[in-house]
């Protein structure tokens, strides 16, 4: 299996652009979770999925952001606009069903917005 | 979100035992202790996790104290590779991850 695939693994932009992260989860893999990590904050939960549906977006952190998962095998993360506090590494993850078990995370997009 | 506390760095001695150790004096029956790392420009990778009992898999041990108000992680034989961020993290019965600010650890050839 290849792992969770994210896309691009480095943006850099310019302040107002529109941005698109994309993330491939695992297949088979019921949730997927959309991460944030910066110096200042470090690991932030964004949103996540189970079955493509949302279910807990209390981590987005504007009306700028949003999140879908058409299906099950492809989610984006969108960006717009865009602004240079919004410079992060952006970490897409998923896991099985079941409670209490592990998460597979992507190699992060690196964003930048200038 | 059930809170955790980590020493915000440690150091050891390559080849020798590490002991990485996470207060949670406010976890609940359901949770489980989850221990992730980060090595540097990596997204998080899983170590291990367990709910009442010790854990022992390939990459760590895990040992929860009784009353599960603690845990720690076990590194047997650090090596260079294992100088990463260390997450000690509450799991409730469900999927969500809060992470915290982690343990820096680093290993000294």
């Known amino acids: 299996d290849a792992g969770v695939i994210q896309s691009p693994r480095h943006e850099v932009t310019e302040m107002g652009q529109e941005v698109t992260l994309r993330c491939k989860p695992i297949?088979?893999?019921?949730?997927l979770f959309w991460y944030r990590q910066t110096m200042m904050r470090g690991l932030e939960l964004l949103i996540y999925f189970n079955n493509n549906v949302p279910i807990d977006d209390s981590g987005m952190p504007e009306d700028r952001f949003s999140a879908k998962m058409p299906n099950a095998s492809f989610s984006t993360l969108k960006i717009q606009p865009s602004e240079p506090r919004d410079s992060a590494v952006y970490f897409c993850?998923?896991?099985?069903?079941?409670?209490?078990?592990?998460?597979?995370f992507g190699p992060g997009t690196r964003l930048t917005v200038l | 979100d059930a809170k955790t506390t980590q020493p915000n760095s440690m150091e050891s001695n390559e080849e020798e035992p590490v002991h990485l150790p996470c207060n949670h004096s406010t976890i609940s029956g359901t949770d489980y202790i989850h221990w992730y790392r980060q090595l540097p420009s990596q997204g998080p990778e899983y170590v291990i996790h367990g709910l009442t009992s010790n854990v022992n898999n390939r990459m760590a041990s895990l040992a929860i104290a009784e009353d599960r108000k603690s845990s720690t992680l076990i590194l047997h034989r650090a090596t260079l590779r294992d100088a990463a961020v260390y997450y000690c993290?509450?799991?409730?019965?469900?999927?969500?991850?809060?992470f915290g600010t982690g343990t820096s650890l680093t290993v000294i050839p």
């Open positions: 993290i509450l799991n409730p019965a469900g999927n969500q991850f809060y």
């Open positions: 297949s088979g893999h019921d949730y």
């Open positions: 993850a998923s896991s099985p069903t079941r409670p209490g078990v592990e998460q597979f």
